[in-house]
């Protein structure tokens, strides 16, 4: 499984984003896609997750503000960003999880938000 991401950039605060991933390769085994971030000195933490199914989970940093959506045919997963603050300044990187708990990972794309 490849995973490309696209659309990080540079936003006021208050502003949006959206991410996309693209997945290729043996797709039919990916279960979950998510997006995880990493700021500058700190760990990478899941920012939001969506099954096969289409069951959600986000960090509680970015709930009711960052909204995942899926599309299955196309093996896409976007991260649609509203409301963005400093805080949210990371590089961003798309993830997925496959049936049989292989982890796989995209490049990163940067996100920054400016005060």
């Known amino acids: 499984v490849q995973l490309q991401a696209f659309g990080g950039g540079l936003v006021q605060a208050g502003g949006s984003l959206r991410l996309s991933c693209v997945a290729s390769?043996?797709?039919?085994?990916?279960?979950?896609m998510g997006w995880y971030r990493q700021a500058p000195g700190k760990q990478r933490e899941l920012v939001a997750s969506?099954?096969?199914?289409?069951?959600?989970n986000y960090a509680d940093s970015v709930e009711g503000r960052f909204s995942i959506s899926r599309y299955n045919a196309k093996s896409t997963v976007y991260l649609q960003m509203n409301s963005l603050k400093p805080e949210d300044t990371a590089v961003y990187y798309c993830?997925?999880?496959?049936?049989?708990?292989?982890?796989?990972w995209g490049q990163g794309t940067h996100v920054t938000v400016s005060s």
């Open positions: 969506i099954t096969r199914s289409g069951s959600t």
């Open positions: 390769g043996t797709i039919s085994r990916i279960n979950v």
């Open positions: 993830n997925a999880v496959t049936v049989f708990l292989e982890n796989y």
